[in-house]
């Protein structure tokens, strides 16, 4: 204002303006100064970085005397890595990834913890796009292989099943004539691979290795494996005929690795379900099967023909449904729905994207048993004591995390 002839500006007007100014335009003053902070700290600290440690993991792993086994799949790789690790473990110095040590940086990580005094180091490998298993495969140069399973996980990324297929075949694109095994159980694996391969296995068996009286429960696992004048007798507490395959690559590698038969088979009896990888145990007389990491169709189908055969007063199965599967996903649950119907009594679905389908799937499957929808999950599993009895069997599988609805 003027004032005697001078302008005046009045501050509490002007504070009052820069204020709302602040407020209005905040927002994208912090975006103009945070991200380009980011991308500087990205570009010039935490790349440069993580190149370092990779470089030094490349160059550490070459020089690593010990045998180096590399796991790959897109389900199963814990549980076979876990196995693998048991049994070896009976004669060896043995170490493997832990946890979800799967990608560059965390394999890098892992190697650079090891002593070099390994006598067999075991790496479970991650993939989510194309290129990630041959990545892995340069750090590692990794001299055994095995390939897991294949199925509909990360379609999301991966787009279709074929750039899947592929990536996890990068593994035998990069070993060459060196031993990778292979799972003939797994439908895309069988389709790619000839039975007659000498490193193929299922559950009939694996190099000259044949499987016979197979007995699985929900308490474990027993069968016999004979290889010319070679007999094991299999007693794991591993549950699900799913199993048989992977235990027998383990002792086809184990037997020539240099175990006994009796190293071999104490090594199988102490295999034992990973944590929530089909895991029993006891709630108030009913027995619960924890398989909610359990994160692709095959999976939950062999969990599902357990449930079936299983002498139960009801059979529960309780499940999310699964994620990442692309255009895939309604046909893929309601095949899941129709297998639900002839193996639960007692069904329950967490309430997402996916229920209608598993819904739809019951429906033609002809479900006549209980069905309940559940809108908080969380509140479902911490009274999961009230809703069991004594002489049920409960089976979980898969558990979805809070980004997918």
Not at 7 to 35: E, K, Q, R, S, Y
Not at 255 to 274: M, N, P, R
Not at 312 to 325: C, S
């Amino acid at each position: 204002m003027f004032f005697g002839g001078r302008f005046v500006i009045n501050l509490g007007v002007l504070d009052a303006l820069i204020m709302v100014t602040m407020v209005l335009f905040w927002p994208v003053l912090m975006v103009c100064i945070v991200v380009p902070i980011i991308w500087i700290g990205e570009t010039f600290i935490q790349r440069p970085r993580e190149r370092s440690i990779i470089a030094k993991a490349t160059k550490k792993a070459e020089e690593i005397s010990g045998i180096k086994i590399a796991i790959v799949g897109s389900y199963g790789k814990t549980s076979m890595k876990e196995m693998l690790k048991t049994v070896l473990s009976e004669k060896f110095s043995v170490l493997a990834t832990p946890g979800n040590k799967n990608t560059p940086l965390g394999t890098s990580e892992f190697i650079d913890s090891l002593t070099g005094d390994e006598d067999i180091v075991i790496f479970e490998m991650g993939e989510s796009h194309v290129g990630d298993i041959a990545e892995l495969c340069e750090i590692i140069k990794p001299n055994k292989g095995i390939i897991t399973g294949i199925s509909e996980a990360h379609l999301e990324t991966f787009g279709t099943l074929k750039n899947l297929e592929n990536t996890i075949f990068e593994l035998v694109d990069f070993m060459g004539n060196k031993s990778v095994y292979k799972n003939l159980d797994s439908e895309p694996i069988a389709n790619r691979v000839e039975s007659s391969d000498p490193l193929a296995y299922n559950k009939s068996g694996v190099h000259d290795w044949v499987v016979s009286d197979i007995e699985s429960s929900l308490h474990g696992l027993k069968f016999v494996v004979n290889k010319g004048s070679k007999t094991i007798w299999v007693d794991s507490r591993l549950v699900g005929e799913h199993h048989v395959g992977p235990l027998v690559a383990c002792i086809d590698i184990a037997d020539k690795l240099g175990l006994s038969l009796a190293e071999i088979a104490e090594g199988v009896q102490h295999t034992k379900a990973f944590e929530h990888r089909m895991q029993p145990y006891h709630l108030h007389g009913a027995l619960v099967i924890d398989d909610t990491y359990n994160g692709n169709p095959a999976g939950i189908y062999s969990g599902l023909e357990l449930l079936r055969e299983s002498d139960a007063k009801r059979r529960i199965y309780v499940t999310p449904g699964l994620v990442e599967l692309g255009d895939k996903s309604a046909s893929i649950h309601e095949k899941i729905g129709q297998k639900i119907a002839i193996s639960a009594d007692v069904v329950v679905l967490m309430k997402n994207s996916t229920t209608e389908f598993i819904e739809s799937g019951l429906r033609t499957g002809g479900f006549s048993g209980d069905l309940l929808i559940v809108d908080s999950p969380l509140r479902f599993y911490e009274n999961l004591d009230q809703f069991v009895a004594k002489g049920d069997v409960v089976l979980m599988q898969n558990d979805w995390t809070d980004n997918y609805a």
